[in-house]
Nanobody, 122 residues
């Protein structure tokens, strides 16, 4: 069993900052790619940023510069630092993680967090 627990969302004024966290726990052998997505109600979920186990990052072109993804492999945690928040950043943010587990053999599966709401409003 694997659990992803997200935290750090909330209500923030335009121009403010937030740091989202997503911690993985359970019978984990290793964690590969970790990513953040976001979804506005009624719109398709979109990739915000992704980071490999080695720390290689890529970002949605429209979000470069304000979003920073990082990870702590010792803590099985991925972070998303968001600065200069805009009302259009309002969405539910989800972490997405590729995790290898062992149950007689190795399994590589993709997991989603429960989502954390970010609301940018004055």
């Amino acid at each position: 069993q694997v659990q992803l627990v997200e935290s750090g969302g909330g209500l923030v004024q335009p121009g403010g900052s937030l740091r989202l966290s997503c911690a993985a726990s359970g019978s984990i052998v290793s964690i590969e790619n970790m990513a953040w997505y976001r979804q506005v109600s009624g719109i398709q979920r979109e990739l915000v940023a992704r980071i490999s186990r080695a720390g290689i990052t890529n970002y949605a072109d429209s979000l470069k510069g304000r979003f920073t993804i990082s990870r702590d492999n010792a803590k099985n945690t991925v972070y998303l630092q968001v600065n200069s928040l805009k009302p259009e950043d309002t969405a539910v943010y989800y972490c997405n993680v590729d995790i290898t587990t062992y149950n007689g053999r190795l399994y590589l599966n993709n997991y989603w967090g429960q989502g954390t709401q970010v609301t940018v409003s004055s």
